[in-house]
C-alpha cells in the first residue's frame, strides 16, 4: 500500500514540475515576443523606381534664372577686346589647373572649368579675333539674373594709396591691425590664410568659453591695443574704414618705402553701408551719393563720423603681403587682379575664374556722362557686400583715380555668365526624360464632358409624363426618370479622386506600434 501511494505522489511531482517548466517556457517566450515588438526596425517601404534615369540638373545656381543665349544676339560682344579678357581668364587657370582630384567646390563649375583651362594653357594668343574664338569655342553664354528680375547690379572697389607710419605719432595715431590670436571661426584654424566673410567669431575667456568678438566701437577704445597687432598707423579713422571696405590698400611710409595690406580676418558682425545710413538720414540725396560724398561729409563732421563708422560694427583686420609697388592687389582666389577685368562675386554662388559679360552704361568718364560698357570680366575675388547671383564689384586698380570712378558705381547692368560647354544646359535638357501624359487627359478622351441641357431644349414640367407605379418585381419593365436623370445617365461624369488611405496592415501596425511605446 505504502509503494502504491509513493509511486503515485512521485507522478504527481513529475507533472507538477513538467506544468511549471512549460508555464516558465511560455512566459519567456512572451517577454522575448515583446522586447523584439518593441525594438522592432519599422517597416519601411521601398521607394518604387522611377521608369527612366534620374540625370542631376546640368547648372544650379540658387535663387537665379537664366537664359541661353547665341553670340550674335549679346549687345556689344564683338566690341570686347577679348584678348584683355582672355590674359585675364589665364591668370585665374593657374590655381584650377594646380587642383589635384575632384574639386573642392561642389558647384558644377568647379570641375568643369578645367577643360577650358587645359585648352587655353597651350595657347599663346596675340590678337582679340583669336581670343574671341576660344571663347566662343569652349563656353555657351547664359544670362543670369536674380529671381524675377531682368538686370543686375555693380559697384566698384579699387586700392587706396594711404599715409603711414610704423610707430604711432600725433600725426599717425590710427592703428591698422592684424588678426588676433584669441580669434576663432567654427571650422578654421588659426593657419587659415583668409576666414570667410560669414559665419561666427568667437573670443575666448579661460579655457572654454566663448563669447562674440569685440565690434568696432570696442576696438576702437582700444579693447585689442597694446597686444603688438599694430601692422601701421594712420592719419585718421576715416581712411582707415575706407581701407576696410576695399579689403586691401598701399601705405606710403615716411621713408618712401610702401606697406602692402590685405584683408585676413572679421570680427564676425555683418557689414553695414555707411551711405546707406546717411541716405536713410536725409543727409546725402540717394541719386549723388558716392564715396567721395560720404568722405567729405565725415571730414566736416568729425563727431558724427564717429557715430557713424559706428553703425557699421564689422572690423577687417588685414595681414602683410609681400608686393612691390608695381604689382595689383591680390584676390581671394589668390591671383592679382586686373584693373578693369576682374570682378568680385559672391563667393556662396559663383566659382573663381567664371567669365561674366556685363553690359550697360556706367559714369566712368565723369559722374554725368555714361560710357557704353561692354566688357568681358574673369570672377577673381569676393566681398561681404557682394550677394546674389547678378552682383559683382569692378575692380579699377589703385589710387585716387581709380577711387574716384569706382565710388560713383551703384547702376543696374546685364549680367551674361558664360559657362563651359560640359554643362551647357540646353545639350543636356535634351537627354532628361518627357513625363508621360496626364491619366486624367486620357480619360477624358474616353469620357467626354458635356452638357445635355445646352444641345436639347427644356421641357416644361407640364409636359413631363407621369411615371406609372412599378409592377412585379424590379427587373421588369423599366421605370421612365425625369429629362434631369436621364441626362444624367448620358453623361458618365469622373470618379473623385480616391483619398491617400494607407492599407489596413500598416494602420494596425501603427495601432500596435503605439500600444507598445506609450504602455
Not at 122 to 140: I, M, P, R, Y
Amino acid at each position: 500500500m505504502v509503494p502504491e501511494a509513493l509511486t503515485k505522489h512521485f507522478s504527481y511531482g513529475r507533472l507538477a514540475v513538467a506544468c511549471l517548466a512549460l508555464a516558465l517556457l511560455c512566459s519567456t517566450a512572451a517577454l522575448a515576443a515583446r522586447y523584439k515588438s518593441r525594438h522592432a526596425q519599422p517597416h519601411r517601404e521601398h521607394a518604387r523606381a522611377i521608369p527612366y534615369r534620374n540625370l542631376e540638373l546640368p547648372l544650379q545656381v540658387n535663387g537665379s534664372q537664366y537664359e541661353p543665349l547665341n553670340w550674335a544676339g549679346i549687345p556689344g560682344w564683338s566690341d570686347d577686346d577679348h584678348l584683355a579678357a582672355y590674359k585675364t581668364f589665364r591668370a585665374s587657370c593657374r590655381p584650377i589647373a594646380a587642383q589635384q582630384g575632384a574639386p573642392a567646390d561642389p558647384k558644377a563649375l568647379g570641375g568643369s572649368l578645367r577643360d577650358p583651362c587645359r585648352i587655353a594653357k597651350g595657347l599663346e594668343l596675340t590678337d582679340s579675333a583669336s581670343a574671341k574664338v576660344f571663347f566662343e569655342q569652349n563656353f555657351v553664354p547664359l544670362r543670369i539674373s536674380r529671381l524675377g528680375e531682368g538686370e543686375g547690379f555693380v559697384t566698384g572697389y579699387y586700392e587706396p594709396v594711404l599715409e603711414g607710419s610704423r610707430t604711432q605719432t600725433d600725426v599717425y595715431s590710427v592703428p591698422v591691425y592684424r588678426r588676433p590670436s584669441n580669434l576663432f571661426v567654427r571650422g578654421k584654424t588659426q593657419s587659415s590664410t583668409g576666414l570667410p566673410n560669414g559665419g561666427q567669431v568667437f573670443r575666448k575667456i579661460g579655457r572654454r568659453k566663448l563669447v562674440p568678438y569685440y565690434d568696432r566701437a570696442e576696438i576702437e577704445d582700444g579693447a585689442i591695443a597694446g597686444r603688438g597687432l599694430e601692422i601701421c598707423w594712420l592719419k585718421n579713422p576715416t581712411e582707415l574704414l575706407f581701407a576696410q571696405i576695399q579689403g586691401s590698400a598701399r601705405i606710403k611710409l615716411e621713408d618712401g618705402s610702401t606697406v602692402r595690406i590685405n584683408y585676413d580676418a572679421h570680427n564676425g558682425y555683418p557689414y553695414t553701408p555707411v551711405g546707406r545710413i546717411l541716405i536713410d538720414r536725409g543727409i546725402i540725396p540717394k541719386d549723388q551719393m558716392s564715396m567721395q560724398k560720404i568722405r567729405e561729409w565725415m571730414e566736416q563732421n568729425p563727431d558724427g563720423a564717429k557715430e557713424l563708422r559706428r553703425q557699421n560694427r564689422s572690423y577687417i583686420f588685414f595681414r602683410e603681403v609681400q608686393l612691390s609697388d608695381k604689382d595689383e592687389a591680390v584676390g581671394a582666389q589668390g591671383v592679382p587682379l586686373t584693373p578693369g577685368r576682374s570682378i568680385a562675386v559672391d563667393k556662396a554662388l559663383h566659382v573663381y575664374g567664371t567669365p561674366f559679360f556685363i553690359a550697360g552704361e556706367l559714369p566712368i568718364e565723369s559722374e554725368q556722362l555714361k560710357t557704353p560698357f561692354h566688357r568681358l570680366m574673369i570672377a577673381q575675388d569676393t566681398g561681404s557686400a557682394i550677394v546674389g547671383p547678378a552682383r559683382a564689384d569692378l575692380y579699377f586698380g589703385a589710387g585716387a583715380d581709380a577711387g574716384k570712378v569706382s565710388g560713383r558705381l551703384r547702376h543696374n547692368m546685364r549680367f551674361v555668365m558664360l559657362v563651359p560647354r560640359s554643362l551647357d544646359p540646353a545639350e543636356r535638357a535634351r537627354k532628361l526624360p518627357v513625363p508621360d501624359a496626364r491619366p486624367s487627359a486620357k480619360i477624358a478622351k474616353l469620357f467626354p464632358q458635356t452638357d445635355p441641357q445646352k444641345d436639347k431644349p427644356a421641357v416644361k414640367p407640364a409636359d413631363v409624363p407621369a411615371a406609372p407605379a412599378a409592377k412585379g418585381p424590379a427587373t421588369s419593365a423599366p421605370v421612365s426618370t425625369p429629362p434631369v436623370a436621364q441626362a444624367a445617365s448620358v453623361a458618365k461624369p469622373l470618379p473623385e479622386a480616391r483619398p491617400n488611405i494607407p492599407p489596413p496592415s500598416e494602420k494596425r501596425r501603427q495601432r500596435r506600434y503605439r500600444h507598445h511605446r506609450y504602455r
